[in-house]
Nanobody, 119 residues
């Protein structure tokens, strides 16, 4: 059974930092490109950051460039999202997504973790 389990979501103050983790089981993460998405209330789910299976390529939404960093540790089967300089508009449920690097139809989602940025 494949599972992606996000953790690290919390209440943070504006300007603060959080680190999200996505731990995978049932798959070998090195075969998957990984992404973080987020969905705020009343809004569509949006791509936040993505990292290639080997970790040699990343891309970010313009709204988080320079503040968020995606990384991965394939040995630990885990992907991370370091979020700095948090803003209230970063408030959302953050989801981890995996897409097989050769077969895009093989894709999995985590259950999400809540990030709330408020003073």
């Amino acid at each position: 059974q494949v599972q992606l389990v996000e953790s690290g979501g919390d209440l943070a103050q504006p300007g603060g930092s959080l680190r999200l983790s996505c731990a995978a089981s049932g798959i070998t993460l090195s075969f998957y490109d990984m992404s973080w998405y987020r969905q705020a209330p009343g809004k569509e789910r949006e791509l936040v950051a993505a990292i290639a299976s080997a970790g040699d390529s990343t891309n970010y939404a313009d709204s988080v460039k320079g503040r968020f960093t995606i990384s991965r540790d394939n040995a630990k089967n885990t992907v991370y999202l370091q979020m700095n300089s948090l803003k209230p508009e970063d408030t959302a449920v953050y989801y981890c997504n995996s897409v097989h690097k050769r077969i895009a139809a093989i894709s999995y989602w985590g259950q999400g973790t809540q990030v709330t940025v408020s003073s």
